[in-house]
């Protein structure tokens, strides 16, 4: 877990110095990549992210969670996939999208280390 971690900080650090003007940047990362130093990075280096989240952080307050606050907050259109499996065979996927504004607290064993974020 820890090699996985530096390589996302890692990389971006080093994409973020290649770019001429990191506040248009948009880092995106899978599940991995869904990391609370991450988003703190982000910050400090000026540059934006979106991340596929694998974990459910305490949110506003601290009384909520992510995925709570997500399930209240309505769609903002889908976007259907088609794609082929291995085998050929052809499949339809329906993305429901939504997006909120929100703070995000860090993990519980981190929060003396780390401010909350408002992402």
Known sequence: MFESKMRWLDNLRLS???ASAPERCVHIGDRESDIYELYCLAEELGTGF???SCVDRLA????TTI???MAQVQSSGTHEIQFRDAQ???HRAVLSIRHASMTVRPP???QKEYAHQDL
Request: hydrophobic letters at 30%; charged letters at 30%.
């Open 67 to 69: 995925g709570k606050v």
């Open 60 to 63: 506003q307050n601290g009384d």
């Open 88 to 90: 050929g065979k052809a």
């Open 50 to 52: 979106l991340v596929r």
């Open 108 to 110: 519980i064993g981190k």
């Open 16 to 18: 973020t110095e290649l």
